[in-house]
Protein backbone atom coordinates (compact mmCIF):
# COMPACT_ATOMS: atom_id res chain seq x y z
CA UNK A 1 0.00 0.00 0.00
CA UNK A 2 1.15 3.37 -0.55
CA UNK A 3 2.52 5.22 2.50
CA UNK A 4 1.05 8.76 3.20
CA UNK A 5 4.20 11.42 4.52
CA UNK A 6 2.97 14.53 5.55
CA UNK A 7 3.94 17.67 8.00
CA UNK A 8 2.47 16.49 11.01
CA UNK A 9 3.99 12.67 11.53
CA UNK A 10 3.61 12.10 14.71
CA UNK A 11 -0.29 13.31 14.92
CA UNK A 12 -0.87 11.50 11.88
CA UNK A 13 0.38 7.71 12.64
CA UNK A 14 -0.99 8.16 16.00
CA UNK A 15 -4.61 8.93 14.17
CA UNK A 16 -4.31 6.33 11.19
CA UNK A 17 -3.29 3.77 13.96
CA UNK A 18 -6.79 4.61 15.59
CA UNK A 19 -9.18 6.32 13.45
CA UNK A 20 -11.89 5.98 14.45
CA UNK A 21 -11.23 5.37 16.96
CA UNK A 22 -10.71 2.77 19.96
CA UNK A 23 -12.63 3.12 23.27
CA UNK A 24 -11.55 6.25 24.89
CA UNK A 25 -12.15 5.81 28.74
CA UNK A 26 -9.19 2.50 29.32
CA UNK A 27 -8.15 2.96 32.28
CA UNK A 28 -5.78 1.36 34.47
CA UNK A 29 -6.84 1.02 38.05
CA UNK A 30 -3.63 -0.54 39.67
CA UNK A 31 -0.09 1.49 40.38
CA UNK A 32 2.31 0.17 38.30
CA UNK A 33 5.31 0.00 41.43
CA UNK A 34 2.44 -1.85 43.52
CA UNK A 35 1.07 -4.35 40.69
CA UNK A 36 4.59 -5.37 40.65
CA UNK A 37 5.48 -5.39 44.36
CA UNK A 38 2.45 -7.71 44.95
CA UNK A 39 2.17 -11.54 44.29
CA UNK A 40 -1.81 -12.12 42.35
CA UNK A 41 -3.27 -14.73 44.64
CA UNK A 42 -4.55 -17.98 42.94
CA UNK A 43 -8.12 -18.61 41.50
CA UNK A 44 -9.40 -21.53 41.34
CA UNK A 45 -12.02 -22.15 38.73
CA UNK A 46 -15.74 -22.06 40.05
CA UNK A 47 -19.12 -22.60 38.72
CA UNK A 48 -19.12 -19.94 36.12
CA UNK A 49 -16.21 -21.64 34.08
CA UNK A 50 -17.65 -24.93 34.76
CA UNK A 51 -21.26 -23.56 32.73
CA UNK A 52 -18.44 -22.07 30.41
CA UNK A 53 -17.20 -25.27 29.47
CA UNK A 54 -20.38 -27.01 29.09
CA UNK A 55 -21.36 -24.56 26.18
CA UNK A 56 -21.39 -26.03 22.52
CA UNK A 57 -19.18 -23.71 20.69
CA UNK A 58 -17.24 -22.23 23.99
CA UNK A 59 -13.49 -23.37 24.47
CA UNK A 60 -10.24 -22.12 26.09
CA UNK A 61 -12.24 -20.98 29.05
CA UNK A 62 -9.90 -19.33 32.05
CA UNK A 63 -10.25 -16.90 34.73
CA UNK A 64 -8.03 -14.13 36.24
CA UNK A 65 -8.01 -12.25 39.39
CA UNK A 66 -8.19 -8.40 37.99
CA UNK A 67 -6.53 -5.71 40.70
CA UNK A 68 -9.23 -3.12 41.95
CA UNK A 69 -8.73 0.47 42.75
CA UNK A 70 -10.26 -0.18 45.77
CA UNK A 71 -9.34 -2.17 48.59
CA UNK A 72 -12.41 -4.07 48.72
CA UNK A 73 -14.80 -6.60 47.20
CA UNK A 74 -18.01 -8.05 48.01
CA UNK A 75 -18.03 -10.87 45.13
CA UNK A 76 -17.78 -14.30 47.75
CA UNK A 77 -14.37 -15.81 47.57
CA UNK A 78 -12.75 -13.08 45.79
CA UNK A 79 -9.29 -11.81 47.70
CA UNK A 80 -9.89 -7.81 48.46
CA UNK A 81 -9.10 -5.82 46.09
CA UNK A 82 -9.79 -8.26 43.08
CA UNK A 83 -12.38 -8.87 40.82
CA UNK A 84 -12.78 -11.92 38.51
CA UNK A 85 -12.23 -12.02 34.70
CA UNK A 86 -13.39 -14.85 32.43
CA UNK A 87 -11.95 -15.29 29.20
CA UNK A 88 -12.79 -17.87 26.53
CA UNK A 89 -13.39 -18.70 22.78
CA UNK A 90 -16.57 -19.34 20.86
CA UNK A 91 -16.98 -20.50 17.42
CA UNK A 92 -18.22 -18.55 14.66
CA UNK A 93 -18.95 -18.89 11.00
CA UNK A 94 -16.36 -17.57 9.22
CA UNK A 95 -19.31 -16.16 6.89
CA UNK A 96 -22.05 -16.25 8.26
CA UNK A 97 -24.29 -15.91 5.21
CA UNK A 98 -22.49 -19.56 3.84
CA UNK A 99 -21.87 -21.61 7.90
CA UNK A 100 -20.03 -24.19 5.47
CA UNK A 101 -16.83 -21.65 4.67
CA UNK A 102 -15.76 -23.00 8.54
CA UNK A 103 -15.28 -21.30 11.78
CA UNK A 104 -12.52 -19.25 13.81
CA UNK A 105 -12.82 -18.49 17.19
CA UNK A 106 -14.03 -14.85 18.66
CA UNK A 107 -12.59 -14.04 21.90
CA UNK A 108 -14.76 -12.81 24.76
CA UNK A 109 -14.08 -11.00 27.96
CA UNK A 110 -16.22 -10.87 30.99
CA UNK A 111 -15.95 -9.11 34.65
CA UNK A 112 -18.89 -10.18 36.81
CA UNK A 113 -20.66 -8.65 39.83
CA UNK A 114 -24.27 -10.27 39.74
CA UNK A 115 -25.76 -12.78 37.36
CA UNK A 116 -28.91 -10.86 38.40
CA UNK A 117 -27.80 -7.09 37.45
CA UNK A 118 -27.88 -5.86 34.22
CA UNK A 119 -25.69 -6.60 31.30
CA UNK A 120 -23.37 -4.11 29.60
CA UNK A 121 -21.91 -5.41 26.29
CA UNK A 122 -18.73 -3.66 25.24
CA UNK A 123 -18.65 -3.99 21.50
CA UNK A 124 -15.36 -2.41 21.14
CA UNK A 125 -14.59 -2.38 17.62
CA UNK A 126 -11.36 -3.34 18.05
CA UNK A 127 -8.91 -6.02 20.26
CA UNK A 128 -10.27 -6.92 24.00
CA UNK A 129 -9.07 -4.44 26.28
CA UNK A 130 -9.47 -6.76 29.65
CA UNK A 131 -6.17 -8.13 30.39
CA UNK A 132 -6.74 -10.42 33.12
CA UNK A 133 -4.58 -8.17 35.46
CA UNK A 134 -6.30 -5.17 35.57
CA UNK A 135 -9.85 -4.16 36.18
CA UNK A 136 -10.79 -1.52 33.48
CA UNK A 137 -14.32 0.15 34.18
CA UNK A 138 -16.90 1.32 31.84
CA UNK A 139 -18.95 4.57 33.43
CA UNK A 140 -22.06 2.71 32.30
CA UNK A 141 -20.88 -0.56 34.10
CA UNK A 142 -20.96 1.34 37.36
CA UNK A 143 -23.58 3.50 37.14
CA UNK A 144 -25.44 0.71 36.51
CA UNK A 145 -23.82 -1.69 38.48
CA UNK A 146 -23.34 -4.37 35.64
CA UNK A 147 -21.86 -6.98 34.65
CA UNK A 148 -19.07 -6.51 31.24
CA UNK A 149 -18.70 -8.34 28.50
CA UNK A 150 -16.62 -7.56 25.97
CA UNK A 151 -16.75 -8.97 22.39
CA UNK A 152 -13.36 -8.73 20.44
CA UNK A 153 -14.26 -7.58 16.57
CA UNK A 154 -13.52 -9.91 13.62
CA UNK A 155 -9.90 -9.32 12.47
CA UNK A 156 -8.72 -8.05 15.50
CA UNK A 157 -6.23 -9.51 18.64
CA UNK A 158 -7.18 -13.52 18.53
CA UNK A 159 -10.32 -13.24 16.71
CA UNK A 160 -9.02 -14.38 12.85
CA UNK A 161 -11.21 -15.40 10.33
CA UNK A 162 -8.91 -15.71 7.93
CA UNK A 163 -4.73 -16.72 8.21
CA UNK A 164 -2.62 -14.42 9.24
CA UNK A 165 -0.07 -15.22 6.72
CA UNK A 166 -2.55 -15.10 3.54
CA UNK A 167 -5.67 -12.12 4.94
CA UNK A 168 -7.56 -11.11 2.38
CA UNK A 169 -10.41 -8.97 4.88
CA UNK A 170 -12.96 -11.54 2.98
CA UNK A 171 -15.92 -11.40 4.90
CA UNK A 172 -14.66 -8.39 7.31
CA UNK A 173 -17.71 -6.67 6.71
CA UNK A 174 -20.37 -5.18 9.25
CA UNK A 175 -23.18 -6.92 9.12
CA UNK A 176 -21.30 -10.28 9.49
CA UNK A 177 -19.89 -8.22 13.13
CA UNK A 178 -23.28 -8.00 13.99
CA UNK A 179 -24.35 -11.90 13.54
CA UNK A 180 -21.20 -12.66 15.34
CA UNK A 181 -22.33 -9.97 18.32
CA UNK A 182 -26.07 -11.81 18.26
CA UNK A 183 -24.46 -15.12 18.72
CA UNK A 184 -22.57 -14.60 21.91
CA UNK A 185 -25.66 -12.53 22.71
CA UNK A 186 -27.77 -15.27 22.40
CA UNK A 187 -25.58 -18.10 24.18
CA UNK A 188 -25.00 -16.28 27.21
CA UNK A 189 -28.52 -15.93 27.68
CA UNK A 190 -29.24 -19.28 26.99
CA UNK A 191 -26.85 -19.96 29.74
CA UNK A 192 -25.90 -17.15 32.54
CA UNK A 193 -27.87 -14.37 32.35
CA UNK A 194 -31.45 -15.32 31.68
CA UNK A 195 -34.00 -12.61 33.18
CA UNK A 196 -30.97 -9.29 32.58
CA UNK A 197 -31.58 -6.33 30.99
CA UNK A 198 -29.21 -6.26 28.75
CA UNK A 199 -27.07 -2.66 26.77
CA UNK A 200 -24.82 -2.33 23.87
CA UNK A 201 -22.19 0.61 24.37
CA UNK A 202 -18.89 1.55 22.93
CA UNK A 203 -17.17 4.75 22.25
CA UNK A 204 -15.61 5.72 18.56
CA UNK A 205 -15.95 2.76 16.26
CA UNK A 206 -17.13 0.96 19.08
CA UNK A 207 -20.01 3.28 19.26
CA UNK A 208 -20.76 2.96 15.73
CA UNK A 209 -20.18 -1.37 15.83
CA UNK A 210 -22.96 -0.91 18.60
CA UNK A 211 -25.51 1.27 16.36
CA UNK A 212 -25.32 -1.34 13.42
CA UNK A 213 -25.61 -3.61 15.92
CA UNK A 214 -29.23 -2.31 16.55
CA UNK A 215 -29.62 -1.06 12.34
CA UNK A 216 -29.25 -4.63 11.56
CA UNK A 217 -31.61 -6.16 14.78
CA UNK A 218 -34.26 -4.62 13.26
CA UNK A 219 -33.71 -5.88 9.82
CA UNK A 220 -33.24 -9.01 10.94
CA UNK A 221 -36.03 -9.35 14.37
CA UNK A 222 -33.70 -9.67 16.96
CA UNK A 223 -34.58 -8.77 20.57
CA UNK A 224 -30.66 -9.05 22.12
CA UNK A 225 -30.39 -5.09 23.69
CA UNK A 226 -33.30 -3.56 25.84
CA UNK A 227 -30.86 -0.41 25.19
CA UNK A 228 -27.74 0.88 22.86
CA UNK A 229 -25.28 3.65 24.30
CA UNK A 230 -23.13 5.02 21.71
CA UNK A 231 -20.48 7.34 22.69
CA UNK A 232 -18.36 9.75 19.87
CA UNK A 233 -20.04 7.23 16.81
CA UNK A 234 -19.30 8.77 13.51
CA UNK A 235 -21.26 7.67 10.33
CA UNK A 236 -19.63 8.88 7.75
CA UNK A 237 -21.14 8.67 4.39
CA UNK A 238 -18.94 9.97 2.21
CA UNK A 239 -19.69 10.60 -1.28
CA UNK A 240 -20.94 7.72 -4.42
CA UNK A 241 -17.32 7.49 -5.80
CA UNK A 242 -15.16 8.41 -2.33
CA UNK A 243 -15.58 7.21 0.92
CA UNK A 244 -13.99 10.88 2.49
CA UNK A 245 -16.18 12.75 4.38
CA UNK A 246 -15.61 16.08 4.38
CA UNK A 247 -17.86 16.80 7.12
CA UNK A 248 -15.76 15.75 9.99
CA UNK A 249 -13.17 18.55 8.49
CA UNK A 250 -15.86 21.14 8.28
CA UNK A 251 -16.54 20.16 11.59
CA UNK A 252 -13.11 20.28 12.85
CA UNK A 253 -12.43 23.53 11.15
CA UNK A 254 -15.99 25.33 12.38
CA UNK A 255 -17.24 23.95 15.16
CA UNK A 256 -14.72 22.78 17.45
CA UNK A 257 -13.87 25.51 19.81
CA UNK A 258 -17.01 27.27 19.39
CA UNK A 259 -19.23 28.41 21.98
CA UNK A 260 -16.91 29.30 24.71
CA UNK A 261 -18.44 32.89 26.60
CA UNK A 262 -16.86 35.81 24.80
CA UNK A 263 -13.54 36.77 25.94
CA UNK A 264 -12.95 33.24 27.51
CA UNK A 265 -9.33 31.63 26.98
CA UNK A 266 -10.86 29.51 24.86
CA UNK A 267 -13.05 32.28 22.77
CA UNK A 268 -10.11 33.79 21.81
CA UNK A 269 -8.17 30.43 21.23
CA UNK A 270 -11.04 29.70 18.59
CA UNK A 271 -10.87 33.22 16.92
CA UNK A 272 -7.36 32.57 16.55
CA UNK A 273 -7.29 29.25 14.67
CA UNK A 274 -10.14 30.70 12.14
CA UNK A 275 -7.60 33.36 11.35
CA UNK A 276 -4.40 31.09 10.74
CA UNK A 277 -6.98 29.35 8.72
CA UNK A 278 -8.04 31.92 6.62
CA UNK A 279 -4.61 33.68 6.56
CA UNK A 280 -2.52 30.80 5.57
CA UNK A 281 -4.39 31.72 2.13
CA UNK A 282 -5.14 34.86 2.17
CA UNK A 283 -1.98 36.68 3.63
CA UNK A 284 1.61 35.87 1.57
CA UNK A 285 3.33 36.58 3.97
CA UNK A 286 2.16 33.53 6.06
CA UNK A 287 1.58 31.16 3.20
CA UNK A 288 5.22 31.35 2.22
CA UNK A 289 6.42 30.57 5.53
CA UNK A 290 3.96 27.83 5.59
CA UNK A 291 4.93 26.61 2.45
CA UNK A 292 8.66 26.74 3.27
CA UNK A 293 8.23 24.47 6.31
CA UNK A 294 6.19 22.34 4.34
CA UNK A 295 9.02 21.82 1.95
CA UNK A 296 11.49 21.71 4.91
CA UNK A 297 10.12 19.47 7.00
CA UNK A 298 8.08 17.05 4.94
CA UNK A 299 9.97 16.85 1.64
CA UNK A 300 8.51 13.03 1.19
CA UNK A 301 5.25 14.60 1.24
CA UNK A 302 6.02 17.18 -0.99
CA UNK A 303 7.39 15.04 -3.56
CA UNK A 304 4.34 12.70 -3.67
CA UNK A 305 2.23 15.84 -4.51
CA UNK A 306 3.96 16.60 -7.71
CA UNK A 307 4.60 13.52 -8.37
CA UNK A 308 1.32 11.94 -8.18
CA UNK A 309 -0.52 15.57 -9.83
CA UNK A 310 2.58 15.98 -11.88
CA UNK A 311 3.86 19.89 -11.14
CA UNK A 312 4.56 20.87 -7.54
CA UNK A 313 2.69 23.98 -7.94
CA UNK A 314 2.12 26.16 -4.57
CA UNK A 315 -1.29 26.15 -4.78
CA UNK A 316 -1.20 21.98 -4.74
CA UNK A 317 1.23 22.23 -1.63
CA UNK A 318 -0.84 24.89 0.38
CA UNK A 319 -3.85 21.84 -0.22
CA UNK A 320 -1.55 19.62 1.16
CA UNK A 321 -0.81 21.54 3.63
CA UNK A 322 -4.27 21.69 5.22
CA UNK A 323 -4.88 18.17 5.02
CA UNK A 324 -2.07 17.76 6.91
CA UNK A 325 -3.54 20.29 9.18
CA UNK A 326 -7.16 18.80 9.91
CA UNK A 327 -5.32 15.91 11.16
CA UNK A 328 -3.18 18.21 13.72
CA UNK A 329 -6.38 19.82 15.03
CA UNK A 330 -8.33 16.45 14.52
CA UNK A 331 -5.87 14.67 17.21
CA UNK A 332 -5.77 17.88 19.44
CA UNK A 333 -9.74 17.97 19.85
CA UNK A 334 -10.02 14.62 19.84
CA UNK A 335 -7.72 13.32 22.70
CA UNK A 336 -6.76 17.01 24.72
CA UNK A 337 -9.68 19.16 26.79
CA UNK A 338 -9.27 22.34 24.79
CA UNK A 339 -8.96 24.05 27.73
CA UNK A 340 -5.73 22.74 27.96
CA UNK A 341 -4.25 24.10 25.31
CA UNK A 342 -6.45 26.97 23.99
CA UNK A 343 -3.30 29.14 25.26
CA UNK A 344 -0.87 27.74 22.57
CA UNK A 345 -2.83 29.10 20.17
CA UNK A 346 -1.45 32.38 18.66
CA UNK A 347 -3.07 35.44 17.30
CA UNK A 348 -1.78 35.93 13.40
CA UNK A 349 -2.46 39.45 13.34
CA UNK A 350 -0.15 39.91 16.65
CA UNK A 351 2.96 37.66 16.08
CA UNK A 352 5.85 36.95 13.62
CA UNK A 353 4.82 34.17 10.50
CA UNK A 354 6.99 32.25 11.84
CA UNK A 355 5.27 32.26 15.70
CA UNK A 356 1.98 30.90 13.76
CA UNK A 357 3.86 28.18 11.88
CA UNK A 358 5.66 27.10 15.04
CA UNK A 359 2.38 26.46 16.85
CA UNK A 360 0.91 24.59 13.39
CA UNK A 361 4.24 22.12 13.20
CA UNK A 362 4.93 21.87 16.98
CA UNK A 363 5.95 18.00 17.62
CA UNK A 364 4.00 15.93 19.70
CA UNK A 365 6.66 15.72 22.75
CA UNK A 366 6.71 19.58 22.34
CA UNK A 367 2.71 19.68 22.56
CA UNK A 368 2.36 17.54 25.33
CA UNK A 369 5.13 19.39 27.19
CA UNK A 370 3.48 22.50 27.26
CA UNK A 371 0.21 21.42 28.20
CA UNK A 372 1.53 19.00 30.99
CA UNK A 373 0.75 21.84 33.74
CA UNK A 374 -3.24 21.02 32.59
CA UNK A 375 -3.18 17.47 32.66
CA UNK A 376 -4.99 17.24 36.04
CA UNK A 377 -8.42 18.55 34.38
CA UNK A 378 -8.65 15.30 32.69
CA UNK A 379 -8.90 11.96 34.11
CA UNK A 380 -6.71 10.60 31.58
CA UNK A 381 -2.85 11.71 31.46
CA UNK A 382 -1.45 12.32 27.94
CA UNK A 383 0.63 9.18 28.33
CA UNK A 384 -2.28 7.28 29.13
CA UNK A 385 -4.07 8.85 25.88
CA UNK A 386 -0.93 7.81 23.71
CA UNK A 387 -1.19 4.14 24.71
CA UNK A 388 -4.87 4.10 23.89
CA UNK A 389 -4.97 5.71 20.70
CA UNK A 390 -1.45 3.11 20.10
CA UNK A 391 -3.60 -0.40 20.68
CA UNK A 392 -1.36 -3.08 18.56
CA UNK A 393 -3.43 -5.24 15.74
CA UNK A 394 -5.92 -2.43 15.45
CA UNK A 395 -4.30 -0.12 11.99
CA UNK A 396 -5.02 -2.27 9.06
CA UNK A 397 -8.39 -3.86 9.81
CA UNK A 398 -9.89 -0.70 10.89
CA UNK A 399 -9.06 1.06 7.56
CA UNK A 400 -10.12 -1.68 5.55
CA UNK A 401 -13.49 -1.39 7.10
CA UNK A 402 -13.35 2.11 6.42
CA UNK A 403 -12.53 2.17 2.46
CA UNK A 404 -15.25 -0.31 2.28
CA UNK A 405 -17.99 0.75 4.50
CA UNK A 406 -17.47 2.92 7.49
CA UNK A 407 -16.17 6.31 5.46
CA UNK A 408 -12.89 8.25 6.29
CA UNK A 409 -12.25 12.21 7.45
CA UNK A 410 -12.32 14.09 4.49
CA UNK A 411 -11.04 17.80 4.80
CA UNK A 412 -13.93 20.63 3.74
CA UNK A 413 -12.42 23.13 1.21
CA UNK A 414 -16.08 24.68 0.23
CA UNK A 415 -14.99 27.58 2.44
CA UNK A 416 -12.07 28.95 -0.03
CA UNK A 417 -12.91 32.09 -1.80
CA UNK A 418 -13.70 31.71 -5.59
CA UNK A 419 -10.95 32.59 -7.24
CA UNK A 420 -8.83 33.09 -4.55
CA UNK A 421 -5.20 31.67 -4.36
CA UNK A 422 -6.66 28.03 -3.65
CA UNK A 423 -9.66 26.92 -4.93
CA UNK A 424 -11.95 24.01 -4.20
CA UNK A 425 -11.54 22.13 -7.15
CA UNK A 426 -7.65 21.88 -6.62
CA UNK A 427 -7.91 21.28 -3.02
CA UNK A 428 -10.49 18.25 -3.61
CA UNK A 429 -7.75 16.92 -6.14
CA UNK A 430 -4.94 16.81 -4.31
CA UNK A 431 -6.65 15.25 -0.88
CA UNK A 432 -8.39 12.45 -3.41
CA UNK A 433 -5.29 11.81 -5.40
CA UNK A 434 -2.45 12.08 -3.54
CA UNK A 435 -2.92 12.83 0.49
CA UNK A 436 -6.22 12.27 1.64
CA UNK A 437 -6.91 9.45 4.04
CA UNK A 438 -8.20 7.02 1.60
CA UNK A 439 -4.89 6.92 -0.31
CA UNK A 440 -3.71 4.50 1.99
CA UNK A 441 -5.68 2.00 0.42
CA UNK A 442 -5.29 1.31 -3.03
CA UNK A 443 -5.13 -1.93 -2.51
CA UNK A 444 -8.85 -1.97 -1.84
CA UNK A 445 -9.98 0.65 -4.70
CA UNK A 446 -13.28 -0.15 -5.85
CA UNK A 447 -14.47 -1.90 -2.79
CA UNK A 448 -16.33 1.23 -1.57
CA UNK A 449 -20.06 1.11 -1.48
CA UNK A 450 -20.81 4.25 -2.19
CA UNK A 451 -22.57 5.31 0.91
CA UNK A 452 -25.04 3.16 1.11
CA UNK A 453 -24.75 1.21 4.25
CA UNK A 454 -23.92 5.16 6.26
CA UNK A 455 -26.92 6.94 4.72
CA UNK A 456 -29.12 3.93 5.20
CA UNK A 457 -28.14 3.48 8.96
CA UNK A 458 -28.32 7.63 8.89
CA UNK A 459 -31.54 7.34 7.47
CA UNK A 460 -32.97 4.47 9.62
CA UNK A 461 -32.48 6.40 12.60
CA UNK A 462 -35.50 8.59 12.12
CA UNK A 463 -37.98 4.99 12.72
CA UNK A 464 -35.54 3.18 14.66
CA UNK A 465 -37.16 0.60 16.76
CA UNK A 466 -34.28 0.24 19.00
CA UNK A 467 -34.05 2.13 21.94
CA UNK A 468 -30.76 4.50 21.54
CA UNK A 469 -28.79 7.05 23.52
CA UNK A 470 -26.53 8.96 20.91
CA UNK A 471 -23.83 10.72 23.15
CA UNK A 472 -21.59 13.79 21.68
CA UNK A 473 -18.91 15.92 22.42
CA UNK A 474 -18.98 19.56 21.11
CA UNK A 475 -15.36 19.69 20.73
CA UNK A 476 -14.84 16.08 19.26
CA UNK A 477 -14.17 16.28 15.49
CA UNK A 478 -15.97 12.74 15.08
CA UNK A 479 -19.68 15.10 15.83
CA UNK A 480 -19.24 16.04 12.72
CA UNK A 481 -20.39 12.29 11.87
CA UNK A 482 -23.00 12.56 14.21
CA UNK A 483 -26.90 11.25 13.93
CA UNK A 484 -29.10 14.49 12.89
CA UNK A 485 -31.03 16.63 15.54
CA UNK A 486 -34.15 16.51 14.08
CA UNK A 487 -33.85 12.43 13.92
CA UNK A 488 -33.44 12.60 17.64
CA UNK A 489 -36.20 14.82 18.01
CA UNK A 490 -38.80 12.80 15.67
CA UNK A 491 -38.23 9.56 17.00
CA UNK A 492 -39.31 8.93 20.98
CA UNK A 493 -36.94 5.74 20.62
CA UNK A 494 -34.06 7.94 20.20
CA UNK A 495 -32.39 10.55 22.49
CA UNK A 496 -29.03 12.69 21.40
CA UNK A 497 -26.85 14.18 24.23
CA UNK A 498 -24.54 16.89 23.02
CA UNK A 499 -21.61 17.47 25.70
CA UNK A 500 -20.66 21.02 25.27
CA UNK A 501 -16.70 21.07 25.68
CA UNK A 502 -16.29 17.37 25.54
CA UNK A 503 -13.69 15.43 23.30
CA UNK A 504 -13.87 12.13 22.33
CA UNK A 505 -14.62 10.59 26.18
CA UNK A 506 -17.09 8.40 27.44
CA UNK A 507 -16.32 9.03 31.02
CA UNK A 508 -19.73 10.41 31.66
CA UNK A 509 -19.68 10.24 35.54
CA UNK A 510 -16.58 12.38 35.85
CA UNK A 511 -17.19 16.25 36.21
CA UNK A 512 -14.06 16.75 34.68
CA UNK A 513 -15.09 14.86 31.29
CA UNK A 514 -18.48 15.66 30.82
CA UNK A 515 -20.88 18.65 32.22
CA UNK A 516 -23.46 17.86 34.61
CA UNK A 517 -26.32 18.75 32.31
CA UNK A 518 -24.85 16.44 29.87
CA UNK A 519 -23.94 13.40 32.42
CA UNK A 520 -27.76 13.90 34.40
CA UNK A 521 -29.49 13.67 31.01
CA UNK A 522 -27.43 10.52 29.88
CA UNK A 523 -28.41 8.87 33.21
CA UNK A 524 -32.11 9.87 33.07
CA UNK A 525 -32.17 8.81 29.23
CA UNK A 526 -30.37 5.07 30.38
CA UNK A 527 -32.88 4.74 33.89
CA UNK A 528 -36.43 6.03 31.73
CA UNK A 529 -35.52 3.31 28.59
CA UNK A 530 -34.44 0.51 31.02
CA UNK A 531 -37.41 1.11 33.23
CA UNK A 532 -40.22 1.18 30.38
Request: aromatic share 12%; charged share 20%.
Amino acid sequence: MKKIYNIFTSALVLLVALQGCNKTYLKEVVDESKKQNQEVPVIEDDEITKVLRGIKGVSNVTISLAALPQAQTKAEGVPAGYVKQYFFSYAQPVDHNNPAKGTFYQRVAMQLTDLKNPVVVGTLGYALTMTGQNSFQEDLVTFLNANYVEIEFRYFGDSQPEDLNNVEFTYLYSEQSAEDIHAIVAVLKANLFKQNKWIATGASKGGTTATLHAYFADQKGWKDFDLYVPFCAPFLAGTETSPLDANIGKYTFFNCGAGYQAGSQEAKAYANLQKILLQCVSKPTLRNAVLCRYHSADAAGYRIIANQLKGATEERMLAGFYVSYLFTLQERFAYYPFSQWASLVPDPDLVQADEVVNFLYMSEDEFKEKIRAAETKSIHTAEEMLAMRMRPNSNLAYRVAAIRELGCVGVDFSWLPEGGFLTPEVGYAVEDLAVGSARTFDYYEGQWDGGKLMTALREWVWNSKQKIVFVYGSNDPWTGGAIDDAAAQANPNVVKVMNFGGWHDDAFLHENNYTKEASTQIQNAVKEFLNK
